[in-house]
């Protein structure tokens, strides 16, 4: 079993920046690939950014390539989502999830998730 706490999520003016974490307990971290993604009210669970389970390959979606930065820190067993130039339409629920060793932008392949951080940018 993986435990994975989010947090980091709030209110913030568009163009700001949160970074949100993800903190892991449980089995081995650093055997697992991070997903982390989003959910607005009314819409889908989409696909944000995801980390294999060593740092080294990452992929983002088009929404969100150039302003969001996902990294991690297996010492800490905990991966980051660092949010810059924040729009309106990133308000959204903030998940994370792990899946064993490579990550993938499909929600239901992941096993394990978090109960989620709201972030909320105003205009």
């Known amino acids: 079993q993986v435990q994975l706490v989010e947090s980091g999520g709030g209110l913030v003016q568009s163009g700001g920046s949160l970074r949100l974490s993800c903190a892991a307990s449980?089995?081995?971290?650093?055997?697992?690939?991070v997903g982390w993604f989003r959910q607005a009210p009314g819409k889908e669970r989409e696909f944000v950014a995801g980390?294999?389970?060593?740092?080294?390959?990452?992929d983002y979606a088009d929404s969100v390539k150039g302003r969001f930065t996902i990294s991690r820190d297996n010492a800490k067993n905990t991966v980051y989502l660092q949010m810059n130039s924040l729009k309106p339409e990133d308000t959204a629920t903030y998940y994370c999830?792990?899946?064993?060793?490579?990550?993938?932008?499909?929600?239901?392949?992941?096993?394990?998730w978090g109960q989620g951080t709201q972030v909320t940018v105003s205009s």
């Open positions: 999830a792990a899946r064993s060793i490579v990550h993938s932008s499909s929600p239901t392949l992941y096993r394990y």
């Open positions: 449980g089995r081995t971290f650093n055997n697992y690939a």
């Open positions: 980390i294999n389970w060593s740092g080294s390959t990452t």
